[in-house]
């Protein structure tokens, strides 16, 4: 199965970018009080940081009369994240900051009840990619190597990653399959917590999204090996990509907001116009590139299709590690 950058971009249809802020647009519904900014995943990883930055960007700006406030709910792989939500009494002050659990937790636990075709389409601020990372003291440099000692480990080498059945275990899981390895995979509430671990070496290795392993490894602590992208990216541009080595795989965490079930149509464009004037920033945009992500603006009817397509690909994936 391809899931890859251009499959992404492929949902997103044409998207130009206007240099246009609309700051100045009057709007017939506002918040009225402060915004529950709820996150999929624990503190210190991807989605985490995305939605502190978001935080930062809208109150320098001024662009809300109320503030986001961030309020992680990682548990269950995301599970404790989409029940706040679907169960909320105030949708319309409330968001939800997603990764691709959005997708899998509601397929691997279907005693939740969640439906996210019921779930309000926001923003999709990017697509966030994979790379293999190492401790430097296991004196690992190539993925080849990183194999062999995975090998030489017998069932004995520990990986971490963001919850079970999600984003990080499915590539490990295919690592697995398409290698012929044995992982002990152990699951985390969040990327921070997983490139922490890494970094102390309580877990051999990780696929940590670049921003998540970013700080150590400008430390020197650890070392990426392979990165799960269409292109090599430009932190770590010395570093092949699984595709040229030989196997057409990749694959990418959305960066996405969206609202809670039975959000006013009011409210829903207000946070679309808020996110939108967010995603078309300096700001935004240069983080975007410092931390590897890859730009993907889609408006609401594009998101609806995605969200389609990607729980189509997500089945297929479950399938294939057994879940």
Do not use: C
């Amino acid at each position: 199965m391809k899931n890859t950058k251009r499959a992404f971009l492929g949902m997103a249809g044409v998207a130009v970018m206007s240099a246009t802020l609309f700051s100045g647009v009057a709007h017939a519904w506002e918040p009225k009080k402060p915004i529950d900014f709820v996150i999929m995943a624990g503190a210190g990883g991807g989605a985490d940081q995305i939605a502190r930055f978001i935080q930062s960007v809208a109150e320098k700006k001024k662009m809300t009369p109320r503030p986001l406030i961030p309020n992680n709910k990682g548990g269950g792989s995301g599970a404790e994240a989409l029940i706040a939500l679907n169960g909320t009494n105030d949708p319309d002050h409330t968001i939800l900051v997603t990764l691709n659990s959005f997708f899998t937790t509601p397929l691997r636990q279907e005693n939740l009840g969640i439906d996210i075709s019921t779930f309000t389409p926001v923003a999709m601020m990017g697509v966030d990619p994979f790379v293999l990372w190492v401790h430097k003291d296991r004196g690992i440099n190539t993925f080849e190597q990183w194999q062999e000692a995975v090998r030489e480990a017998d069932g004995g080498w520990v990986m971490g990653g963001t919850g079970k059945g999600q984003e990080d275990s499915l590539v490990t899981t295919w690592l697995e399959q398409n290698y012929d390895l044995k992982i002990k995979y152990i699951p985390y509430k969040g990327g921070g917590a997983v490139a922490k671990d890494l970094a102390g070496q309580q877990i051999m290795s990780s696929v940590n999204n670049p921003s998540e392993a970013k700080g150590f490894y400008e430390n020197g602590d650890v070392v990426p090996l392979v990165s799960f992208s269409d292109e090599r990216l430009p932190l770590i541009a010395d570093v092949p990509t699984v595709k040229e080595l030989g196997k057409e795989f990749s694959y990418y965490n959305q960066r996405a907001v969206v609202g809670a079930p039975g959000m006013s149509d009011e409210a829903a464009a207000y946070y679309q116009d808020l996110f939108k004037q967010i995603y078309e920033t300096e700001e935004w945009q240069g983080y975007m590139a410092s931390e590897s992500l890859s730009p993907l603006w889609m408006g609401a009817d594009e998101q609806k299709a995605y969200w389609a397509t990607q729980v189509e690909r997500h089945k297929e994936l479950l399938s294939k590690m057994g879940e």
